[in-house]
């Protein structure tokens, strides 16, 4: 167990849909980020949040959007899916993301059909 | 436009040899750069990091060398054993940034 959580594991749902994922970080960790991996792809990088606000953001389509609440979980909202939104959605946390990178969640996998 | 690139796809190497992961990067803002490994279904979970001012940083069977003038990173794993077997993913990281930018992974395989 990594520490950060990420719910719901798998995530089936058809095009047009609008899904919710969320991340519990790594206790005492302020940031939380969110990357994207495609299949064979890498994992891109899609927002960051610290302590409540948005620090970065990267290639992250209109369609989706994200927050950090006071306790510090985050939500990543997927809307008007298409089929290629299918992809692995990782959570991660640092404290010290340069030294010893991040800790990332398990994933959720979503499928889009 | 792929900031950090890993060309080789896969690797497959006999337990007990050495593997050798590469990695290049183009953003001279870079300035730590991380090793990540990755089991299906799992998230990735970090290996190794080391800091532009150095040009290697070693962690048991883990090494990983840094050659700012060539902009290539590389990873020694050695002697190699089947679990290390998984998705090795480098990035980096800008000056005063947190942001970690990916390359695509490299599958190892490590045959017994």
């Known amino acids: 167990d990594s520490g950060v959580t990420q719910t719901p594991k798998h995530l089936i749902t058809a095009t047009g849909q609008r899904v919710t994922l969320r991340c519990s970080p790594r206790s005492g960790d302020l940031s939380v980020y969110w990357y994207q991996q495609s299949l064979d792809q890498g994992l891109q990088f899609l927002i960051q949040?610290?302590?409540?606000?948005?620090?970065a953001k990267g290639n992250i389509l209109e369609r989706f959007s994200a927050q950090q609440f006071p306790d510090l979980h985050s939500e990543l909202n997927l809307s008007s899916l298409e089929l290629g939104d299918s992809a692995l959605y990782f959570c991660a946390s640092s404290v010290a993301p340069r030294e010893y990178g991040y800790t990332f969640g398990s994933g959720t996998r979503l499928t889009v059909v | 436009d792929q900031q950090v690139k890993q060309n080789s796809p896969s690797l497959s190497v006999q337990e007990g040899r050495i593997s050798i992961l590469n990695c290049d990067y183009t953003n001279s803002m870079f300035d730590y750069f991380l090793w990540y490994k990755k089991y299906p279904a799992e998230g990735p979970t970090f290996l190794i990091s080391i800091s532009s001012i150095k040009d290697k940083n070693e962690d048991g069977r883990f090494t990983v060398f840094l050659n700012k003038s060539a902009k290539h990173l590389s990873l020694h794993i050695v002697p190699s054993q089947p679990g290390d077997s998984a998705v090795y993913f480098c990035a980096a990281v800008e000056t005063s940034g947190s942001r970690l930018t990916f390359g695509e992974g490299t599958q190892l395989t490590v045959n017994p």
């Open positions: 949040y610290y302590n409540g606000e948005e620090r």
